[in-house]
Structure formats: structure tokens, C-alpha cells
């Protein structure tokens, strides 16, 4: 009785932890899972009624509200179970399982008020105690069946073996959710431009598709008009890959902005280089292989230096010489000490996965090139007057597995000094 007391208040707190994360988001991260979701289910809605009209219904909206709703009912669930193992007093439980969640909902929207771009709603308050109380009707109802139906111990059994496959299923769409929904992380640099520069970073995709020809990802950088598009390495595997159907995505980007493209370590690793570069110049991508170039955007010249360190000679400059903006662009986010003092402004890596395995509220664990709990491993960094974003990537390779590490797309708005 003790053990299972202790356990269901350990599931309990798990799931309030679980509840913290998903308010810890900020609007945009949260904006983008229920975005990512609701076009989940449109497509199975299109796929089983193929008329159906989706321009006007505001199903993100709904989705959000569900979402609350449905993770506080889980919540009340839990709670009133943990209060009740070994009690007699149902009424009180019950009284005292909906004052916890109640008062829980109310510190998670004081909470949301510490998080950029979200708020604490009143009306989220009376949602979720709406979903606790549905909880605990839920609860109480199985509990009345339970006393009613006296099981076998076949049924007993049979019912274990289906709260497991519940347990698996949530683990699966746990898995699925940190490994295959995109997220996108926004910088805003103040910069000597005259208009805002819209920059997409890409990194490490390692060949994984997100929707049928990544539709998905083209969709969801499209969303955010970019004017210009680069990709730090890693964009292929060491292991054999669909080379078409990577070189496919890369030229649906570059008719959408001008794409810049440099190599990772697994460009070389694989056995398929040359033909990856090639390809990437036919579908209209620059690859700058210790090479620099200068482009004109929005009426703002900026300098592009793309570093490969795994072509044969390293590229080393003094000064980048220019008075324009630099951007600089290498794999390693471990380099970043060698362009201090060298003119360069923005420099955009990646290769760290971010960390692959994040804490919730804490760093990454393990990086190839810096160890373990690695100083680079996502976010931005300064020096000076020099910045560094790394971005997590958006894919896999020696570890198949993200947790709390949501595949990145990174959105940097070059903002002017004046503004
Ligand atoms: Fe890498």
C-alpha cells in the first residue's frame, strides 16, 4: 500500500513537471507544437473527408484549449488516485485532489507571466479547474464501476496489460513529439543595416525528412519569409542516404531565398561528397568552401565567410577587411575563440545536436567535440561585439534519440541600431 501511495504521488508529480515545461515554452515554441499538431490533424481529417474546409476554423485555437483542458484532467486523475490509496473519506479527497489542482492551474499561469510572450489568463484558470473536475468525475466513475463489477483475475490482468500499452503509447507520442515537431527559435541582433535582414539557420538534418519531401520543414520556413537561407553542415549522413531527395529540399529553399550552404564533418565522412556538391550547385545553393562573398539584401551589403575545415587547407584571415556586416559560417561551435578580434560580427554553427539529451531546465549532455555538458551547445554567445547563435540541428546520427531537444529552425532578425 505504501509503495503504491509513494508511486502514484511520484506519477503525480512527474505530470505537474511535465505541465511546467509545456508552460515554460515561450508563445512562440508553444505556438509552434500546436501548429505542428493541428496540421496533423488536417491531414487525417483531408485524407478521410476530402472536401472538408479548414480556411476560417480556427483549429489551433481549439487544439491550445483542448490541450490545457485534457492535461488537467489527467492531472485531477492522478491526484484524487494518490489521495485515496489507503483513505476511507472519498468526499474529502475529492474536495482536497480539486483545491490542489485549482490552486496549481492558478501558480501555472502566474508562472506563464515570467515567460516571454505568454500571460496568465483567468479564463485558463476556470479551463483547467473545468478539466480537474472532469478528472475527478472520471476517477470517481471508474471507481464505482470497479466496486460493481467484480473482476476475474483474467480481466484483472487483462486490464494491466492495457494500462501498460497506455503507458508505451504515451511514451511513443513523447518520443515522436521531441523527435519529429519542429520548433523555431528566434534572435533579434542589432546590426548597422538599414532594413531588418530575415536569416533562416539550418543545421545537421542528417538526412531526416519531416512530412513527404520535408514538406513539413519547407512549409514552416516559408512561413517565415526569409530573405536569406544558410545551412551549417551536416545536411547528409555518413551512412548511405537518398541523395535526391535530400538535394530535392535544398532546391525547394533555394527558390524560395538564396541558400548558403557549408560542409560538416559528415560531408566528408560520406562516400558521396563530390556528388553532394555538385548537386547542391545544380539546385541553384552556394556552397562556400573557404570562400567569402559579399551580397546585397534588402538594400544592406553583407559579407558571407563560409569556413570548411574539412577541405584540405583551413582557411585563416586576419581581418575580414570589410566595413560591411559579417557573417560568418562554420560546422563547429567550438571554433568560435578563432574569429575574435577578426571583424566578424555574427557567427552561425552548429554540430552539437544540443547536447542530444537536454535537461528540462538545464544545458545539453553530451557534444561531439566538447565532451560532456558541453559550454556550446545552443542559443547565443557573445565576445566582444561578436555573436555566435548554435543552432541544436534538426537531426540525428550516431544517437537516433532528442529528449527535451525538439528539432531547431533558427530565425534571426538583423534588426537596425537605430530601431
Ligand atoms: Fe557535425
Redesign the pocket.
Known sequence: MKRRRILSWIATAAWMAFIFFMSHQTANESNELSVGLSEKIITVLKSLYPSIQEDGFPLNHYVRKSAHFFTYMVLGILTCNALLIGKRNEKKAYIQGLIICVLYAVSDEIHQLFVPGRGGQVKDVLLDSAGSLTGLFVYGGFRRLKDRIRLSEKAKKRLKKFSYFGLILLLVLFVYIQNYTLTVSEFSIPSPVDKPVRLVHLS?LHNQTFGKDNGRLIRRIDRLDPDIIVFT??LIDRKPVNLEACLRTMKMLAEMAPVYFVP???EYWSPLTKELFEGLKNSGVTVLSNETVEVEIRGNVLEIIGIDFGANQAYDFDDTGTSSYCILLN?YPEDFWRFKGKGVHLVLS??AHGGQFRLPFGGGLYA?GQGFFPYYDSGIFQEDNMYMIVSRGLGNSVIPLRIFNRPEIVYVVLKPDSA
Do not use: E, V
Request: net charge negative; hydrophobic share 0%; glycine share 30%.
Open positions: 545537421d553542415g551536416d560538416g564533418n559528415h560546422h552548429g554540430h561531439p
